[in-house]
């Protein structure tokens, strides 16, 4: 396996707050790869500077060798690195079909008007990524009508209209009943087969039976990072997410 994703130095500060400091952060392409932390840790802040949502104070994010440092995000978008949001970004008066619609066609408005073939193509990706998740027989129900699980699907079927290489998902399960959540790790396993995946996730059980790679955040920085076992196994993330104490604490 190659790096894929990558950010070197990479800080964020707002004022006199540091929300990201400095992490040096590696995905291998092909990758299951959770990232943890308490709130406040710098999760989807650092989900905002690898999709161009934020420039970074300092540092760099490459993408498949390629500095996207400082990029818009939706030309970070059109290389190959899609996302979905911790809230809802859905189009709720438009159709399933035509929410999908809009990020398949995303930059290729100009061409799809030149060419019809391409308009084709682009419907085909559509019906695709609707067969895909399950949602083919709700194409023209309105976004907002859905249920909350079947809108969490729509988001993640907008992130794949434009095929992307690598997804990052923001707590995908949040809000989601037992069975819906069951249902989606299935879903994010097959997902998987075909492309890079880092998710956000609060939810220990979800985190552990998904990723063989954790990276931990805290304050801003990487506390942990590395196989599940040896993550759940640290002393500093057991003292964050458990309240043990420190080793010299415990002796003193």
Same mark, same amino acid.
């Not at 067969?131 to 009508?145: F, H, I, N």
């Not at 220990?204 to 990072?225: C, F, P, Q, Y």
């Given at each position: 396996? %190659? &790096?894929? *994703?990558?950010?070197? =130095?990479? @800080?964020?500060? $707002?004022? /006199? ?33 690898? %999709? &161009?949502? *934020?420039?970074?104070? =300092?540092? @760099?994010?490459? $993408?498949? /060798? ?187």
């Amino acid at each position: 396996m %190659t &790096g894929i *994703l990558e950010t070197r =130095a990479l @800080r964020k500060s $707002f004022g /006199g707050l540091t929300a990201v400091d400095s992490v040096n952060f590696l995905v291998e392409e092909g990758e299951l790869r959770a990232i943890i932390g308490p709130n406040g840790a710098g999760k989807s802040t650092f989900f905002n500077l690898l %999709t &161009g949502v *934020l420039r970074p104070t =300092a540092g @760099r994010v490459l $993408f498949r /060798g390629e500095d996207i440092t400082g990029l818009p995000p939706h030309a970070i978008s059109l290389r190959g690195l899609g996302r979905t949001l911790q809230n809802s970004a859905l189009f709720p008066a438009l159709t399933v079909f035509e929410n999908v619609w809009l990020s398949a066609q995303a930059g290729q408005v100009q061409k799809l008007v030149l060419r019809p073939s391409l308009r084709r193509s682009v419907e085909q990706r559509v019906v695709e990524v609707l067969g895909l998740l399950g949602l083919e027989d709700k194409q023209d129900v309105p976004a907002g009508d859905l249920s909350h699980g079947d809108q969490r699907l729509l988001e993640i079927a907008i992130a794949l209209g434009t095929n992307p290489s690598v997804l990052l998902m923001d707590e995908p399960t949040a809000g989601l009943s037992p069975k819906e959540t069951r249902d989606f790790l299935e879903l994010i396993r097959g997902l998987a087969s075909a492309r890079t995946i880092v998710i956000i996730e609060h939810d220990m059980n979800v985190v552990m039976s998904l990723a063989t790679t954790i990276t931990v955040l805290h304050e801003g920085r990487i506390v942990a990072d590395g196989k599940s076992k040896d993550v759940q196994a640290n002393p500093v993330v057991r003292r964050i997410y458990l309240g043990e104490p420190a080793r010299d604490d415990a002796h003193g």
